[in-house]
């Protein structure tokens, strides 16, 4: 049997707004999402600090700074006519094809 492909509300290059956690009320661009663990990676969002060990690529190691995941149960796309968080739907266009559209203004995202 063949594997669904998940369908998440968000997509790479979306801005949404953090609903949880230490990033809680910021919004950010969708960087990738990583469907494995259901988790995004939101550009300048939930930095972390790695100490990094030296190696070749990186000759002095050190402590670096970089973006953990979110879970995508935490993110809630915001809507680009209005600026505001809203809930997604989904629904046919006239050419038969699935599209997002903003469930506040009824209007069509992407």
């Not at 995004?40 to 190691?61: D, Q, T, Y």
């Amino acid at each position: 049997m063949e594997k669904e492909k998940k369908k998440y509300h968000i997509k790479a290059g979306d801005t949404v707004k953090v609903l949880a956690g230490n990033s809680k009320g910021k919004t950010g661009k969708v960087v990738s999402i990583i469907t494995k663990t259901d988790k995004a990676i939101i550009e300048g969002l939930n930095i972390v600090s790695r100490h990094m060990k030296p190696s070749a690529s990186n000759p002095n190691g050190g402590i670096i700074k970089k973006e953990a995941p979110i879970h995508i149960s935490n993110l809630m796309l915001v809507d680009p006519a209005t600026g505001e968080a809203t809930r997604i739907g989904r629904k046919l266009n006239n050419e038969g094809k699935l599209v997002r559209y903003s469930k506040t203004t009824e209007k069509l995202i992407d």
